[in-house]
């Protein structure tokens, strides 16, 4: 497959500061900006569909590693470690889902791929939505109801995550809120640990594929916009409180519905 790219011509500076604007976004809801990400290297840096998706997994991956020991001061080890029942259980069907979801990927065409990243967009966009400001309390479910439930959300979400090349943590978070009564923060920290071998599992599906190679290509790239990204990303975590929810959520799922519009007719 031939890359079509030209972001040589942007350069590191401004390859650098798409990183943050992204991140920064990501930062101000509480995740790595993957989401936002993914139509700027088809539009603006034009990547071809399957090539912007892992490159977006790489960077996603590098993201979510910095991310996790930067909220241990706010949520300790020990409070993750009594967690791992859930993570367990959201993992196993994530695992699975991962490895679907980028065999799907690869197999599709370029315009049902396109199309297929439109729909996710704007279904991530109404999570964005609709998913935030919910408190931890009861699990909505108890026993083997709660377990096959957590199977089922996990593979969707880990198909999700393939496909678009994303952390997943938009969908994970309120799963893990709303399905297992985990407190939001905590919640933040868990979708990051099962997030990494979630990204690992569908990486390895990519690595199988030519159009793996693009990584290579394009590694400084890669290096450069991660950066940009874990900058904006703290950038967008010390703005928290400024700008109100009611301005910011319908604004970034405004910014994803133009997206997935802009994704459905290229």
């Known amino acids: 497959m031939s890359s079509r790219t030209t972001h040589h011509a942007r350069g590191p500076i401004p390859t650098f500061g798409a990183g943050t604007i992204i991140g920064t976004l990501g930062g101000l809801i509480g995740l790595g900006g993957a989401e936002f990400r993914l139509p700027l290297l088809v539009g603006w840096f034009r990547f071809q569909a399957l090539e912007a998706v ?6 996603s991956l ?3 590693t910095a991310a996790l020991p930067m909220r241990a001061s706010t949520v300790p080890w020990t409070e993750i470690g009594a967690n791992i029942p859930v993570v367990a259980n959201l993992l196993a069907g994530s695992l699975v889902g991962a490895y679907v979801g980028a065999g799907l990927a690869l197999r599709l065409d370029r315009a049902a ?3 297929v990243i439109a729909i996710l967009l704007m279904a991530i966009a109404l999570v964005l939505l ?4 919910f408190t931890g309390g009861e699990p909505l479910l108890t026993g083997i109801g709660l377990i096959a439930a957590g199977l089922v959300a996990g593979f969707g979400i880990g198909v999700v995550a393939s496909l678009l090349g994303v952390a997943g943590g938009e969908l994970l978070i309120p799963t893990l809120v709303l399905l297992f009564g985990i407190d939001v923060k905590l919640a933040g920290s868990l979708s990051l640990v099962i997030s990494l071998p ?8 990519y690595a199988r594929d030519d159009s793996f190679a693009v990584i290579g290509r394009n590694r400084a790239f890669v290096a450069i916009m991660a950066l940009g990204s874990i900058a904006g990303a703290f950038i967008g975590s010390r703005m928290l409180g400024i700008v109100p929810d009611s301005i910011l959520l ?5 910014i994803l519905m133009i997206s997935a519009y802009k994704m459905w007719r290229h």
């Open 198 to 205: 979630t990204m690992l599992v569908g990486f390895a599906r």
């Open 113 to 115: 791929l396109h199309r």
């Open 54 to 59: 892992i490159l977006n997994k790489a960077m």
């Open 250 to 254: 319908p604004a970034l799922a405004a």
């Open 130 to 133: 609709l998913g935030h400001g």
């Open 62 to 64: 590098i993201v979510v």
